[in-house]
């Protein structure tokens, strides 16, 4: 069992910046990757990022490569996203995810546990 909890989420104006956090507690994660996805109203929930526990490997949604940055304090269970240069568009739900795939995963069937999410709002 593993316990994900988002934060950081909130409403900032285009172009600002956010980091958000998912805070993992429970079983053992030290061999899985975490992936970062995102829903909005009446969209599909779509792949942002993600990076495997161990090691330097990181993958980005081409909507936000070059503004979004996953990294990983493996000493706090803890994954961050930062997300710079924000647009209307980012707008969604945001939530964190575990599995365990050898490879860095962009399906959000690849992943086992969820958190609640985080609400990003961006304005205009």
């Known amino acids: 069992q593993v316990q994900l909890v988002e934060s950081g989420g909130g409403l900032v104006q285009a172009g600002g910046s956010l980091r958000l956090s998912c805070a993992a507690s429970?079983?053992?994660?030290?061999?899985?990757?975490v992936g970062w996805f995102r829903q909005a109203p009446g969209k599909e929930r779509e792949f942002v990022s993600a990076?495997?526990?161990?090691?330097?490997?990181?993958y980005y949604a081409d909507a936000v490569k070059g503004r979004f940055t996953i990294s990983r304090d493996n000493a706090k269970n803890t994954v961050y996203l930062q997300m710079n240069s924000l647009k209307p568009e980012d707008t969604a739900n945001y939530y964190c995810?575990?599995?365990?795939?050898?490879?860095?995963?962009?399906?959000?069937?690849?992943?086992?546990?969820w958190g609640q999410g985080t609400q990003v709002t961006v304005s205009s």
């Open positions: 995810a575990v599995g365990w795939r050898p490879y860095i995963a962009s399906q959000a069937t690849d992943y086992t546990y």
């Open positions: 429970g079983r053992t994660i030290s061999s899985s990757g």
């Open positions: 990076i495997k526990w161990s090691g330097a490997t990181t």
